[in-house]
Structure formats: structure tokens, C-alpha cells
């Protein structure tokens, strides 16, 4: 199981997998990032606290930003992220996703069964 975690994980986030971006515990590397586990740990946090409080959609959008910002201004500049903040920012992002996931798919889902009542068949 955690070999396959090791394999598949990484692949699924897109997780370029950095042992000095890695979080890293009893001497063993984490299967993905200090981001792509803020990620995790937020779209699972989101997930189980959905049905009993959930982001507005500008708040969702807004809790996404600072990753991008962390992320952008790393890459194009000598500016170095900490895991610490690497993993606050994944977190945020990650609620964010799933809550504007969850919020869009229940819109759609609405949105079809009232287009739906208003078909006649005949």
C-alpha cells in the first residue's frame, strides 16, 4: 500500500516530489510535497466539513490566491518558499478547490433537474 502511495500519489497531483520541498518524517520522505500535502490535507478538510459549513464562492476563489502568489513569485524570482508556508498555502488552495468543486457540481446538479421539470413527455 504505501509503495503505491509512493508511485500513484505523485503522478495524481502532478508532484514534482523534491526531497528539500518534501516533509519528511522518521528519516522517510513524504510521497508528495509540502504543498501538494497542504493541498490533501485541505481538500479533505473541506470534504468533511462541507455538509456543516462551506466557503461563499468569493471566498473559495480568494482562499486559492495566496498559492498561486507563493508559488508565481517563487519560480520567477530568487524569492524561497519555507515548507511551513508551502504547506499553509496548499491547505487554503485545497479548501478552496473542493469547496468551488462541491458548490459548482450541486449549481449544476440543481440547475439540470430544473431544466428537467420543465420538459413534457409526451
Known amino acids: 500500500m504505501i509503495s503505491w502511495l509512493y508511485v500513484w500519489l505523485p503522478r495524481f497531483c ?5 526531497d528539500d520541498r518534501s516533509f519528511h518524517y522518521r528519516g522517510r520522505r513524504f510521497p508528495v510535497c509540502a504543498r501538494c500535502t ?4 485541505g481538500i479533505l478538510a473541506a470534504a468533511l466539513c462541507y455538509p456543516f459549513f462551506h466557503l ?11 498559492m498561486v502568489l507563493d508559488g508565481g ?7 524561497e518558499s ?4 508551502r504547506f499553509v498555502t496548499g ?8 469547496s468551488l468543486f462541491f458548490t459548482s457540481t450541486l449549481f449544476a446538479f440543481r440547475w ?6 420543465g420538459l413534457s413527455i409526451t
Request: aromatic fraction near 6%; proline fraction near 2%.
Open 14 to 18: 502532478g508532484c514534482h516530489c523534491r
Open 38 to 41: 497542504g493541498e490533501l490535507v
Open 56 to 66: 461563499s464562492v468569493a471566498w473559495a476563489a480568494a482562499s486559492m490566491i495566496p
Open 112 to 117: 439540470g433537474v430544473q431544466l428537467g421539470m
Open 73 to 79: 513569485i517563487q519560480a520567477l524570482s530568487s524569492y
Open 91 to 98: 491547505l487554503l488552495f485545497g479548501c478552496g478547490l473542493l
Open 82 to 85: 519555507t515548507n511551513g508556508r
